[in-house]
């Protein structure tokens, strides 16, 4: 799948920014910044919020809400600080946990897997057999979603707070990628005549569906 030029420079950025966040997180919690910490744990829900809440609302309520916003963070600012490695570990496990659920639900009796809704947006009709496939390769995200989660919290109770950064900034996102590349290979093994769209297209499907 090729990238028009626009899109390369957006993802280009989107990189760059991404880099640059995981880089600083780390260095403010391998250092102990607390300043630096509390303002990388916050910033990232608080824009998502204060950008939901200018787009959906009309100004009368989210200028007063925004102002509110802020007093409450200059009031609480000080347990921010104090407290900034829990608040990225709340929003690291909550992230993969909702990840973890969301698979999982979907494998209830009368719900239609999310791989296979995937999958079905690719290149649907399937087949008995891609449907069993796609069913067992949600249990498989499912199952890896939770672990991540489990490992994240493992390390944050026990391991150095070095190591869980180094983890949750630079190690948890490229296995999300391993399992995206493992997961390919294998459905080239499982289901070799199935009409491929290679990984980035189950990747672009994977993310517009959140």
Known sequence: MSLRPGHRLQLAAACALLAAYTGLSHYGNSTG??????????APPLLVGLGLLWRAAPALIAVPSTV????LLYDGWPQLEKNFSLIDLLQECGMYGLLAIGFGRSLRAGETALCT???????GPLTPEELRYTRHVTLAWTLFFAALTLVILALYMLAPRTVWSIFVNFLALPLIGAMFAAEYAMRRL?????????????????????
């Open 33 to 42: 910044n607390a300043a630096l910490g509390a303002g990388l744990a916050v």
């Open 68 to 71: 509110a916003a802020a007093l």
């Open 117 to 123: 809704r995937f999958a079905d947006r690719l290149h």
């Open 190 to 210: 499982v289901l070799p005549r199935t009409e491929r769209r290679g990984l980035l297209a189950s990747v672009r499907v994977f993310f517009s569906s959140r």
